[in-house]
């Protein structure tokens, strides 16, 4: 409670007052109607490359909801990466830090440095330097992710991985790709390619892994592929439904939907030995599974009620009744947690869109805009969430919507038709 | 069954050309530079981009590709098909109701054998009453011939969740399974499959498309 007042405290002091030492985490206000901090960025300076990582970097930020860029006038001059600046000079933007960056030539590659300056007092807050990287346009995510936190006191998750499946032809020539990439969506790299569908996809910890359900067979299946080596093996692919992968944070287990005793419910595989704990016991649908963070709850989707609401219940055996979470809307489904954040499908007024909760005080709002989301998934960082959306012409795109609500982003994709997205874990490679 | 399966290896690129992530520093005290420029070349299969030609939205026709030795449900001749409504298929064969049971007849869009779709309303799995007589044509046949082995392939539309609907088609399956074991169908002559939303009939987002995609279809071996 003090930590909230002086939180709050923090938010009302006059910008200047609260920002003059460098060392301060700085703690964005979240509330009122456009709350996004103001920055400017000056044209990085060194080559093509400088632009690009640039361009990155902006997205990358602007995709998180937290900034807006207010554009660089023609008239204002900035001084080059290192040099001095009168605050005045950018007063008329309204922006209240500047980004100022360039690339240091270091053989065939670069390094990338960013400075922050504060432009009410004209000094630099802080300044980052990111080595170079193969994948060039890691080098700008992992600097957004440093941005990010400088800012928000939270890890950036803008280097990380998402997977999706991408379908497309009809009827006998109908294919489906399994595919990893960037998390806004670059690099797309084919995984599995299938005649039939191919759905659910989960991230193991450390984005090594990736478990999905392929109807390769003429029947459902899970399995669980190693993304570096292709390697892959067959974890459930007993009679009926076998869908639902959700990893737990060690990777030792994965929650999974199956009809193998005649109705969907909830049931715990152990990797290691095959074992398998039931959990749920009801003649409703059972399924979507999701592990709370502290990795003793699941939380999952069942029309026990009449129609698909959430429902908690322990992850050990004989776990007891389940606990019903979600009261408002028609329908809450297809929950995915982290950290104390848990988004959902929720129809409300015939429209099927992403809600996120905060699961300690189970408030929730609406933060997606389609009248057809589906599969949410949340950043690692719990701030935004990836889900699938209609795009030009009801073909099925990705999305990111920002945990405000306040950004909606379409993502890059060379396919036309893309659903079942999930986001990886942060990266440790 | 066995479709075309192609797994291909995502080589080193994630993997051997990633660095630390810790790799961004603040600068009060940057080591010097040029130590950490990655060496090692990228082997990386650009399996995404490339291959896009030929991009299709989603089902067109009504095929779909489990069918390969199976007989089309919705191919049986020109009354086979549901049309918009749902349900519409079953009333018209009331008059062909005594045509002969036989294998020949699923072709005969004149017998209700030639009807093997059921469909439902949102979000429910029970059989409407209009389909009681297509049920239990297809219960008489596969009596006839105990060897044949039917899928009933279940199937959702696309609004709510997509394993939500995995499973509610799922129980689309049961019921019409439920429904033929009552007439003393054995379980082993049937094989069932929830579907979802995964393989739509019509991908239109209205309520005519979403009707024809609620539904579940009987399966003849070819």
Redesign the interface.
């Known amino acids: 409670m003090k930590k909230l007042l002086q939180l709050t405290l923090l938010l009302l002091l006059p910008l200047v007052a609260s920002f003059t030492h460098a060392d301060i985490d700085l703690v964005i206000d979240k509330s009122g109607e456009d709350a996004r901090l103001k920055l400017v960025m000056a044209p990085f300076e060194g080559d093509q490359r400088a632009r690009q990582m640039q361009t990155v970097i902006r997205d990358d930020l602007k995709r998180s909801g937290q900034f807006s860029f207010v554009a660089l006038p023609k008239t204002i001059y900035i001084s080059p990466f290192g040099g001095s600046l009168n605050p005045q000079t950018l007063k008329p933007t309204g922006a209240e830090f500047l980004l100022r960056g360039k690339t240091?030539p270091?053989?065939?590659?670069f390094?990338l440095?960013v400075?922050i300056i504060d432009m009410n007092n004209g000094r630099k807050l802080?300044?980052?330097?990111?080595?170079?990287?193969?994948?060039q346009r890691?080098i700008a995510h992992?600097?957004a992710?440093?941005i990010y936190k400088q800012f928000t006191g939270v890890r950036g998750a803008f280097?990380t991985?998402i997977a999706y499946v991408a379908?497309?032809?009809?009827?006998?020539?109908?294919s489906f790709?399994l595919?990893?990439?960037d998390a806004d969506g670059h690099?797309?790299?084919?995984?599995?390619?299938?005649?039939?569908?191919i759905?659910?996809t989960a991230w193991g910890p450390q984005a090594r892994r990736i478990a999905y359900v392929?109807?390769?067979?003429?029947?459902?299946a899970v399995f669980i592929?190693d993304?570096?080596?292709?390697?892959?093996r067959t974890v459930s692919a007993r009679r009926?439904?076998n869908?639902?992968p959700a990893w737990s944070k060690n990777g030792r287990q994965l929650a999974l939907?199956l009809?193998v005793e005649g109705n969907?419910e909830i049931y715990i595989l152990n990797l290691a030995d095959g074992n398998l704990t039931r959990l749920t016991h009801s003649r409703a649908?059972d399924?979507?599974p999701s592990w709370t963070a502290d990795g003793r709850s699941i939380v999952f989707?069942s029309?026990r009620g009449g129609?698909?609401q959430l429902y908690k219940i322990s992850a050990n055996a004989n776990a007891g009744k389940p606990q019903r979470l979600t009261f408002e809307g028609k329908?809450n489904?297809?929950p995915s947690i982290q950290g104390q954040k848990m988004a959902m499908?929720r129809?409300q007024g015939g429209k099927?869109q992403v809600a996120l909760m905060d699961l300690t005080n189970r408030a929730s709002e609406v933060i997606s805009r389609g009248?057809?989301d589906?599969?949410p998934s949340i950043a690692p960082n719990g701030g935004m969430v990836l889900y699938e959306t209609?795009g030009i012409?009801?073909?099925h795109v990705l999305a990111v919507a920002s945990g405000n609500g306040l950004e909606k982003s379409v993502l890059h994709s060379?396919?036309?038709?893309v659903?079942?997205p999930s986001w990886s874990p942060?990266?440790?490679? | 069954m066995m479709k075309h399966l192609s797994v291909m290896a995502i080589a080193s690129a994630l993997f051997m050309t990633a660095c630390s992530t810790q790799n961004v520093s603040r600068d009060n005290n940057i080591p010097e530079a040029g130590s950490s420029v990655a060496t090692s070349t990228m082997n990386s299969q650009q399996g995404g981009a490339g291959s896009t030609s030929g991009l299709n939205n989603g089902v067109g026709g009504g095929v779909s590709n489990t069918g390969a030795g199976y007989y089309n449900p919705h191919g049986a001749g020109a009354g086979a098909g549901a049309g918009a409504g749902a349900g519409a298929g079953a009333g018209a064969g009331a008059a062909n109701a005594n045509a002969a049971i036989t294998l020949e007849n699923l072709k005969n869009p004149r017998s209700p054998l030639s009807k093997r779709i059921i469909y439902f309303e949102y979000n429910k799995a029970s059989i409407k009453p209009e389909y009681q007589q297509v049920l239990n044509a297809h219960a008489k046949l596969l009596k006839q011939y105990p060897n044949i082995q039917i899928r009933l392939e279940g199937h959702a539309d696309e609004r709510g969740t997509r394993e939500y609907n995995v499973a509610l088609s799922e129980q689309r399956a049961k019921t019409v399974e439920w429904h033929l074991k009552s007439q003393g169908i054995a379980g082993s002559q049937m094989e069932i499959v929830g579907y979802g939303e995964e393989k739509p009939i019509r991908v239109n987002s209205n309520e005519e498309s979403w009707a024809e995609n609620r539904r579940v279809e009987i399966r003849y071996p070819r």
Do not use: C, W
């Not at chain 1, 942060?426 to 490679?429: A, E, K, T």
């Open positions: 240091v270091i053989g065939q590659g390094n440095e400075e802080t300044g980052f330097r990111t080595n170079y990287h193969q994948k890691r992992q600097t992710d440093a280097d991985r379908s497309q032809g009809a009827g006998e020539n109908r790709k595919i990893v990439a690099d797309p790299q084919t995984l599995v390619t299938s005649h039939e569908p759905m659910s392929s109807f390769e067979s003429g029947r459902p592929q993304v570096m080596t292709g390697e892959r009926g439904i869908g639902s939907s009809s969907p649908i399924t979507e989707t029309d129609n698909p329908y489904s297809a499908i129809q099927f009248s057809l589906e599969s209609r012409a009801r073909k060379p396919y036309q038709n659903g079942h942060f990266l440790y490679h």
